[in-house]
């Protein structure tokens, strides 16, 4: 079947009229407040295992978890919180690794990592070295970041935190916490 083309004045218009463009809108004496009971009940704790009916406390000893050994290469236990944040530099020219981190304890810290030759020619050793920034956050700490690449300028790590500041830190000086450049 082919596409018939219909001629614009074949068109019927007569009911066009009978739509209104205007908006209608409700007065506020015509509203009603409808009640709905939810019966007090607790919210459900959307548990799944116990709705499956898999309950931790009924499985015993025989389904503990297994323990994992930790193959970590460094371990840095200065949170007391959730660790939020993280940024990181490698230096080859000095085999430094340096760490940034901000946690829900309101802290940010500098953590060193350096690889050091030891007597034979294939071992090295991992010296770590953590240092707290020393602005008092008042809130988690969201965000760090680190400006270590640009030489000979300075070297800075801003930290940013839910309670608003942005702090500003100038670590040139190898090893240290730096010192607080600006507050913003």
């Known amino acids: 079947m082919a ?13 066009q009229d009978a739509y209104d463009d205007t908006p209608t809108f409700i007065d506020m004496s015509s509203a009603v407040e409808v009640a709905v ?28 978890q297994e323990h994992l050994p930790d193959q970590s290469k460094a371990t840095f236990p200065s949170h007391s919180d959730a660790v939020y944040a993280i ?3 490698y ?6 690794l340096t760490i ?10 500098l953590h ?14 991992q010296v770590t070295k953590t240092v707290p920034l020393s602005h008092p956050h008042t809130d988690s700490i969201s965000c760090v970041s680190l400006n270590l690449d640009m030489k000979p300028q300075a070297h800075l790590v801003a930290v940013g935190s839910y309670d608003g500041a942005i702090v500003v830190y ?12 600006k507050t913003l």
């Open 3 to 15: 596409d018939q083309i219909i001629p614009p004045d074949a068109i019927d218009d007569s009911d």
């Open 37 to 64: 009971p939810d019966g007090d009940a607790p919210m459900d704790d959307d548990n799944d295992e116990v709705d499956a009916g898999n309950d931790r406390d009924d499985m015993g000893d025989d389904h503990q």
């Open 87 to 89: 940024a990181t530099h």
């Open 91 to 96: 230096d080859p020219t000095s085999h430094t």
């Open 100 to 109: 940034a981190s901000g946690g829900g304890d309101d802290r940010a810290y």
């Open 112 to 125: 060193y990592v350096t690889s050091q030759a030891t007597g034979s020619s294939d071992s090295t050793t």
């Open 170 to 181: 100038d670590c040139s000086a190898a090893d240290t916490a730096g010192t607080l450049v």
